[in-house]
């Protein structure tokens, strides 16, 4: 059982930088592939990032390409995720998940989860 925790959520002007955090509980938390996701108000909750279990590849969804960065910390059981130059559309709750194997990008697959943390972008 791994249990993760976000923060680092808040409300940002457009435009603005945050920089989310997820710690998790686990001591092999190096055996696990991460990911973030996000779920706004009426919508599915939808893939933003993943990263393998060595932080050796990362993987975006096309909306985020180029603003936002995922990294880890095996040493303390940390995942990160820099958002810069953020938009309206990026306000969601955001969630860290883990499951073994390959960083996947659907959230199904995913077997851990946070309790998300609120971003809200204003204009």
């Known amino acids: 059982q791994v249990h993760l925790v976000e923060s680092g959520g808040g409300l940002v002007q457009a435009g603005g930088s945050l920089r989310l955090s997820c710690v998790a509980s686990e001591d092999t938390f190096d055996k696990y592939a991460l990911g973030w996701f996000r779920q706004a108000p009426g919508k599915e909750r939808e893939f933003v990032t993943s990263?393998?279990?060595?932080?050796?590849?990362?993987y975006y969804a096309d909306s985020v390409k180029g603003r936002f960065t995922i990294s880890r910390d095996n040493a303390e059981n940390t995942l990160y995720l820099q958002m810069n130059t953020l938009k309206p559309e990026d306000t969601a709750v955001y969630f860290c998940a883990a499951r073994w194997g390959l960083a996947l990008k659907t959230p199904n697959s995913y077997t851990y989860w946070g309790q998300g943390t609120q971003v809200t972008v204003s204009t």
């Open positions: 990263i393998s279990i060595n932080g050796g590849m990362a």
